[in-house]
């Protein structure tokens, strides 16, 4: 059974850094593009960013550039992004998603070309 766990949200101060990781079960991660989204309350789901074969095939949403890196760790079957310089408009519940690599074009962040989601991790930016 896929499944994608998402961890290492929590609350933060504006400014500040959070590493989110999302762990996938029953494939192996080697051969999908991962992509972050986030969904704050009222809002629609935002792509935020994704990554294909490898960390220079990452692509980010304008709103995160900068401030957010998202890498893969072959070995450890997981995926990571570090997000600094948070504000209270990063304020969301975070997903991570996947969907088959196809290395023929750089991943995008459009929640409908995903296929597997997990159930997210809710990260909150307040003073």
Known sequence: QVQLV???GGSVQPGGSLRLSCS????????YT?????????EEREG?????????AAVYADS???????????SKNTIYLQMNSLSSEDTAVYYCAAVPL???????VLPGE??????GTQVTVSA
């Open 24 to 31: 996938p079960s029953g494939f192996t991660v080697y051969y």
């Open 48 to 56: 935020v960013s994704c990554i294909g074969k490898d960390d220079g």
């Open 102 to 108: 196809n290395p023929r074009r750089p991943c995008r």
């Open 6 to 8: 998402e961890s290492g």
């Open 114 to 119: 995903y296929g597997y989601w997990g159930r």
């Open 34 to 42: 991962i992509g972050w989204f986030r969904q704050a309350p009222g």
């Open 64 to 74: 995160v550039k900068g401030r957010f890196t998202i890498s893969r760790d072959n």
